[in-house]
């Protein structure tokens, strides 16, 4: 007959918060199973019995089972395979197991510790030993189930940020849509030439933008500005800009004045200057804004321009040469009180003018090589042969293979006018 297990005084555990409530003792036989039982239950746990380890498996996948103390040598499904079949349930809930067994090689232990076992004790058992691993196997529990509530926490956590994300993502592709919508038309036919624009944000929304209007029956508005940053308060600001270029009359369009025989261009430098005035004093923000400006008068093939720290303009010849216009000027926005100056130029039959953002120019290439004037010059060179829309699509396409994606780190636009002629001789 198995000697009982000696009755020792030991201090109570704290129940209230107790990672260990319900033990299942395991073991074929019945003596060792209730002298086993009768101490756990006296210190204070819930303790089921069970005598093979098909029984005990069955246990664990219906209860709440904390803490498994097994023999090892059981007819049937031993220690050592029940240890593995329950490691193999599907389970969130983490089982400490204690292998009761009378090895004590290393090659019995490593094995034990290969299926899953976590702690083990030699029998015929010691009531303190045992007291002890259940007390260290408790301290392990409670770090799993402090990290597994933190982990759900932390999935909570995630799952709300991945809906606020998505709501938000909605909201910035229809930002996105609005601010493609600026630019209502790509491409407009005037009676002496073609305009065709290209806007291709980095991100959902970006600082960039293009277009053209009429200012009379001669006279055409061609211009891209670049706000600095990405992001929505960069998009605001661009649609707030956008609409001081919108519209076909001087009460909407601060590039359009009253004439006496109808509207009539403002000056180029005039417009920049009237602008900065605007951003510094109304739009309330720490962004700035660079800015290309062309007045072109499609019967005489003249262009009024103002280059406010965009991009040079650029004017490309029947030879496919660019000339690159300008001296550079100060961003609007910037500075109070800057001032801007106007330079012209004469398109002839052929000849395209060209406003794009320095997210062409700079764009780089894998190792980092910036496109500048050079790559532009010789990409333009190539695509000489085309226009109107093939142009800009030609663009991208060389663009993406400089920079080995579609996915450019910049914003992208472009502004081109192509002049068909004069109406009459200019020279």
Not at 143 to 163: F, G, K, Y
Not at 283 to 310: K, N, P, S, W
Request: proline share 4%; with cysteine; aromatic share 6%.
């Amino acid at each position: 007959m198995t000697a009982p297990l000696p009755k020792i005084e030991l201090p109570e555990f704290d129940t209230s918060t107790r990672a260990i409530r319900n033990v299942l003792v395991v073991d074929d036989s019945r003596a060792q199973r209730h002298l086993l039982a009768t101490s756990i239950r006296c210190w204070g746990f819930n303790v089921l019995q069970a005598a093979s380890g098909l029984e005990a498996l069955a246990l664990c996948q219906r209860m709440e089972i904390d803490l498994v103390l097994s023999d090892w040598m059981m007819p049937g499904m031993n220690g050592i395979d029940f240890c593995r079949a329950l490691r193999n349930l599907d389970s969130d809930r983490y089982i400490y197991f204690i292998l009761l067994t009378s090895k004590s090689d290393k090659a019995a232990v490593a094995e034990g510790l290969e299926v899953g076992s976590d702690d083990f004790l030699s029998k015929p058992v010691d009531a303190g030993e045992l007291r002890a691993r259940i007390s260290a196997g408790e301290r392990v529990l409670a770090m799993e189930r402090e990290l597994r509530a933190s982990n759900q926490l932390l999935t909570d956590a995630l799952m709300q940020l991945r809906t606020l994300y998505d709501s938000l993502d909605r909201d910035l592709t229809e930002a996105r849509a609005l601010q493609l919508s600026l630019l209502r038309d790509r491409q407009q036919r005037f009676d002496r030439g073609l305009a065709s624009m290209l806007l291709r944000p980095s991100g959902h929304v970006g600082g960039d933008m293009v277009g053209c209007f009429g200012i009379n029956a001669d006279l055409i508005g061609l211009y891209s500005f670049d706000v600095s940053g990405h992001g929505v308060a960069s998009a605001l600001m661009t649609a707030r800009v956008a609409g001081l270029l919108s519209g076909a009359s001087a009460e909407h369009n601060i590039a359009i004045g009253p004439g006496p025989d109808g509207p009539v261009g403002r000056s180029p430098a005039g417009i920049a200057t009237d602008m900065n005035t605007l951003v510094l004093s109304e739009i309330e923000t720490e962004r700035y804004l660079t800015l290309a400006y062309a007045e072109i008068d499609q019967r005489t093939g003249r262009v009024r321009m103002v280059q406010a720290g965009h991009p040079h303009p650029v004017v490309q010849h029947l030879d496919g040469g660019l000339s690159f216009l300008g001296d550079g000027g100060l961003p609007i926005g910037l500075i109070d009180g800057a001032s801007y100056t106007g330079f012209e130029t004469r398109l002839r039959a052929g000849e395209r003018l060209i406003l794009l953002s320095d997210g062409i120019t700079e764009c780089p290439d894998p190792g980092g090589e910036e496109l500048g004037h050079e790559g532009l010059t010789r990409i333009l060179t190539h695509l000489a042969d085309l226009r109107g829309e093939d142009l800009l699509e030609g663009l991208l396409d060389h663009l993406s293979r400089w920079s080995g994606t579609e996915d450019f780190p910049d914003d992208i636009s472009i502004a081109v006018f192509e002049f068909d002629g004069a109406e009459v001789p200019t020279d």
